[in-house]
């Protein structure tokens, strides 16, 4: 179940993952990758943006990486994947501090609690669809969720910490206690897979990001719905809220990151890479800096993993740097002076922005 830096370090056993994660980074891995860094803008006027430098890589995981979460403290990193493991490290020295080993099969997500006592992971694999909730300090586990009939590959935290949301190949999004495991409600709007899940600031309102090309915003604990966003052609990968609760922001497999307004739906800006310069192939992840001022898209070009920063005040990218391998999740640092991002390889990678 845990594993302290003193224990027993058992065999890991790779195991294949969910035919449809693991046929997207086959697909991914297809295609051919340069990694000479190519700026790009969405300004009026081309100029040369800063790469983000890279400041640490950890080497804990003995397989593919799928998930990673920054604490809310910004001294711990959790990243999990393939392996069966969540590792908590230190995010500035990279050194492992615990090994959770609850999961018996791949484990597509992971999440801090907000108060960063509690760590959630979500199985992903066809040997394991539960949510397990532990303690960060001791990896004891609190409470097991068996509620989905497929993979979860999404979580997200309520802002008070008392519920949790997951999500995945199901279709539907369980919203639960994290006390006593029981199911709040299960939203059953989506008509496909479910890959991106975001809670409003105040608490009321989810929102889920699908592959049916629609984010849906609902009541929380109700599930009545607010509005259905019909913006993306393709399939809707991620969706983060903004920090002040008013905007939220959506990436698609249409090669856009649209942001749009949280109560009507209204869109308010699309960003896109130049197409003369990036082609990405879809927006994978999305996500908001701590401070709303800046937002980040990570999308795939080729095999390549590629996150773009723009400024949401002007709309331009103030920062972009580019992987040799194809990026799977990223997430801010809580200072937005950082972005740590994994590969679908065995890396986890810090990088500075500000």
């Known amino acids: 179940m845990f594993e302290d830096l003193d224990g027993r370090k058992g065999m890991l056993t790779r195991r294949v993952v969910v035919s449809r994660l693991m ?11 340069s990694t000479t860094p190519v700026p790009s803008s969405v300004s009026p006027t081309p100029k040369t943006l800063p790469f983000a430098s890279l400041l640490l890589t950890y080497h804990g995981h003995s397989s593919d990486i799928f998930a990673v979460a920054w604490s809310p403290d910004g001294k711990s990193i959790a990243s999990a994947g393939n392996d069966r493991t969540v590792r908590v490290w230190d995010a500035r020295t990279a050194a492992t501090n615990i090994i959770y080993r609850g999961h018996t099969d791949a484990i597509g997500a992971v999440a801090w609690s907000p108060d960063g006592q509690r760590i959630a992971s979500a199985g992903a694999g066809p040997g394991d669809q539960s949510v397990q909730v532990w303690k960060k300090a001791t990896g004891e586990r609190i409470i097991t969720y068996l509620g989905h009939s497929n993979a979860v590959l ?18 539907r999004v369980h919203v639960w206690s ?11 709007g989506h008509r496909d897979e479910v890959h991106g899940l975001a809670w409003s600031p105040d608490g009321k309102y989810l929102a889920s990001a699908s592959w049916d090309k629609t984010v849906q915003v609902w009541e929380a604990l109700s599930g009545k ?21 008013t905007t939220l922001a959506s990436g698609s497999w249409d090669r856009t990151l ?18 003369k310069q990036l082609r990405p192939e879809l927006f994978r992840t999305v996500a908001w800096s701590h401070s709303g001022k800046r937002l980040a898209g990570l999308t795939v070009d080729g095999e390549c993993g590629i ?14 740097f580019r992987d040799s391998f194809s990026i799977l999740d990223m997430a801010w640092s809580p200072d937005d002076t950082r972005i740590v991002s994994i590969s679908g390889e065995t890396l986890v990678k810090i990088w500075w922005t500000a």
């Open 225 to 245: 719905p607010l509005l259905i966003y019909r913006g993306h052609t393709g399939r809707v990968s991620g969706v983060a809220w903004s920090p002040d609760g």
């Open 23 to 33: 046929s997207l980074m086959v697909t991914l891995g297809t295609l051919g990758c």
């Open 154 to 171: 999404t979580l997200a935290w309520s802002p008070d910490g008392k519920y949790l949301a997951s999500a995945g190949i199901d279709q």
């Open 258 to 275: 649209q942001t749009w307004d949280a109560t009507s739906g209204k869109r308010l800006f699309t960003y896109q890479s130049n197409p």
């Open 178 to 188: 994290t006390t006593t495991g029981k199911t709040v409600l299960t939203y059953q």
């Open 307 to 320: 996150v773009e920063i723009w400024d949401t005040n002007r709309g331009d990218q103030s920062h972009i």
